[in-house]
């Protein structure tokens, strides 16, 4: 058996272009999650609309550019927040130097990020299987950071009947998903019940994407 330390990051290709990187996030944390409470100050978590009419389970706020909206219209990118009708904040440095340095280690030079999702999922919630679509440069990768407890992401292919696999993702992990897996079917299993020391019963996503 092999046992790795949390803090060493540990590199697996699942699919081409489809990286996990374990504990990617972890090297400059403390900066991340002040940088982070500050997002979340100047743009408070929200619930968006489904297409459908219905609340998200989801929780939702973004920073840079554009920011991921979505309302009974449809879901797209938006430059400003549409609660206080201002810019979204502005990408923290430790947000834009983390997707970069992780997109790199994945094989993805010159990842220039211009959106940040934040999701905060709590016990009980998921996101079902979709694919990310609404960006307009394929060639630029996504990158996810998770963070709090831990979540099962599931990964298919080009078909949403691709039987996905699952990957475990915890506080610090990191998966970056391009090239041929950039519009693979992927989702969030229900978030088991679980603790956090610094982010409580909550899970915590960043999506950083080249979206405009
Ligand atoms: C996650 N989020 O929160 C994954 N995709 O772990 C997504 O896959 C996602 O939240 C497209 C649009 C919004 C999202
Ligand atoms: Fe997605």
Redesign the pocket.
């Given at each position: 058996m092999q046992l790795f330390s949390a803090l060493e990051p540990a590199q697996q290709t699942f699919a081409s272009g489809l990286v996990y990187l374990r504990g990617f996030a972890l090297q400059d944390e403390q900066q991340l999650l002040d940088d982070l409470n500050k997002v979340i100050a100047a743009a408070p978590l929200r619930t968006m609309m489904t297409p459908m009419g219905y609340p998200m389970s989801?929780a939702?706020t973004s920073c840079g550019a554009l920011g991921?909206v979505?309302d009974t219209t449809g879901?797209g990118y938006s430059a400003v927040d549409p609660i206080s009708q201002l810019p979204w904040p502005t990408m923290p440095n430790s947000f834009i130097q983390l997707a970069q340095t992780a997109a790199s280690a994945a094989g993805f030079d010159d990842f220039l990020p211009d959106a940040c999702?934040i999701?905060q999922?709590q016990i009980g919630t998921k996101?079902g299987l979709?694919?990310?679509k609404?960006e307009r440069d394929f060639t630029q990768p996504?990158v996810?950071v998770?963070l709090g407890i831990p979540?099962r992401?599931q990964f298919g292919g080009n078909k949403r009947s691709d039987k996905p696999i699952q990957i475990l993702?915890s506080h610090g992990d990191v998966v970056v998903w391009g090239g041929a897996s950039r519009k693979f079917y992927?989702?969030?299993m229900t978030i088991q019940a679980n603790q956090h020391p610094k982010l409580s019963k909550t899970?915590i996503?960043l999506?950083f994407r080249k979206a405009g």
């Amino acid at each position: 058996m092999q046992l790795f330390s949390a803090l060493e990051p540990a590199q697996q290709t699942f699919a081409s272009g489809l990286v996990y990187l374990r504990g990617f996030a972890l090297q400059d944390e403390q900066q991340l999650l002040d940088d982070l409470n500050k997002v979340i100050a100047a743009a408070p978590l929200r619930t968006m609309m489904t297409p459908m009419g219905y609340p998200m389970s989801v929780a939702t706020t973004s920073c840079g550019a554009l920011g991921w909206v979505g309302d009974t219209t449809g879901y797209g990118y938006s430059a400003v927040d549409p609660i206080s009708q201002l810019p979204w904040p502005t990408m923290p440095n430790s947000f834009i130097q983390l997707a970069q340095t992780a997109a790199s280690a994945a094989g993805f030079d010159d990842f220039l990020p211009d959106a940040c999702l934040i999701n905060q999922y709590q016990i009980g919630t998921k996101m079902g299987l979709h694919r990310d679509k609404d960006e307009r440069d394929f060639t630029q990768p996504i990158v996810s950071v998770s963070l709090g407890i831990p979540a099962r992401f599931q990964f298919g292919g080009n078909k949403r009947s691709d039987k996905p696999i699952q990957i475990l993702l915890s506080h610090g992990d990191v998966v970056v998903w391009g090239g041929a897996s950039r519009k693979f079917y992927h989702g969030v299993m229900t978030i088991q019940a679980n603790q956090h020391p610094k982010l409580s019963k909550t899970r915590i996503n960043l999506t950083f994407r080249k979206a405009g």
